[in-house]
């Protein structure tokens, strides 16, 4: 479909990453309007035409200084509305990294299925189709939508890192614990492939409870000598991961990589990353490092690109539109 046809936003927070997304597909984005009123309410409204075409929208849904989550959310349901009301002829969401969506079943009596509810707001506004970047549970997330979804995965893009890092170390993928073997088997099958050589999986024996990660500090696999990625969807205070870390380094592990598709840094961060026991700590640019001390990033974080990733997805929806 002809490029007029097709509309990208991406709201303020994510406009740096929305036109690096654009830039891939021979775009720019389209402008909008947003404003904030003294008594904490906003708008957001599109200054462009959006009659019968096909709009998408970018915006991650992270916290940062001076706006929550919540406030995020909200803007981005308020213009999905506001888009639709406006006559678009359709609307895809794209948020790389989309909030709530750990809290996907119940553990405890009366809890929240957060992630369920989030959809449904979604699809009350009039959302056409939700796309996403390695969300915790894959198939919570499909389930929680009843529009079209779109899970995308950042495991090529971290394994064409690590081709080059890895060279001719024997090496394990790791996963911190056993909710994320499937993905720690799916990342090491596309490193192998891109290797030629097969990579061996471990698993960290973990528990938690109220938050307070536990569990004995076993490793189901071999690390001695070996170089140990670990892997998960996301490093918050970097407990888990570092607890990982420590643990193939008394183990014997030559090298120690911490690598996350998203980097939400909450509080503890700062303090378990600059932990001797990580070498290299990976991840995306879904989520800018804004919490995380700028000496952590220089000297222990690299960060890869998915814009193109994003980019070259919206370019097929709009060819098949």
């Not at 990453?17 to 009123?37: I, P, Y």
């Not at 990982?244 to 183990?251: G, Q, R, T």
């Amino acid at each position: 479909m002809a490029a007029t046809k097709n509309l990208i936003f991406a709201l303020d927070s994510s406009k740096g990453f929305g036109s690096t997304v654009a830039e891939v597909v021979g775009m720019t984005l389209s402008a909008h309007e947003e404003r904030d009123f003294p008594g904490g309410e906003h708008k957001t409204r599109s200054l462009v035409e959006v009659l019968g075409k096909h709009a998408f929208i970018i915006h991650s849904l992270y916290r940062e200084p001076g706006r929550t989550v919540n406030d995020k959310l909200c803007r981005l349901l308020f213009f999905i509305g506001s888009l639709k009301d406006a006559g678009a002829s359709e609307v895809t969401v794209i948020a790389p990294y989309l909030c709530y969506s750990r809290k996907d079943k119940k553990t405890k009596p009366y809890d929240p299925i957060t992630t369920n509810y989030v959809a449904r707001l979604f699809e009350a506004m009039g959302a056409d189709r939700f796309v996403t970047l390695d969300v915790h549970n894959v198939q919570a997330f499909e389930n929680a939508f009843r529009i079209p979804t779109i899970h995308l995965e950042a495991k090529a893009a971290m394994a064409s890192y690590f081709v080059t890092s890895i060279k001719n170390r024997e090496t394990v993928v790791l996963s911190p614990d056993i909710g994320g073997v499937k993905r720690a088997m799916g990342f090491a099958e596309v490193l192998g492939n891109k290797l030629k050589k097969s990579i061996s999986v471990a698993v960290m024996h973990k528990t938690r409870s109220e938050g307070v990660v536990g569990g004995t500090e076993q490793i189901f696999g071999n690390v001695h000598g070996k170089m140990v990625i670990i892997l998960d969807d996301l490093i918050s205070s970097g407990t888990t991961l570092l607890r990982a870390a420590k643990s193939c380094k008394k183990a014997g592990a030559n090298k120690v990589y911490a690598a996350a598709t998203h980097g939400v840094f909450s509080n503890g961060a700062n303090t378990s990353l600059i932990d001797p026991a990580f070498d290299k700590i990976i991840i995306t640019n879904s989520i800018p490092p804004l919490c995380l001390e700028q000496e952590i990033v220089e000297q222990k974080v690299n960060i890869l690109d998915v814009a193109p990733l994003i980019g070259n997805l919206i370019g097929e929806l709009m060819e098949n539109s």
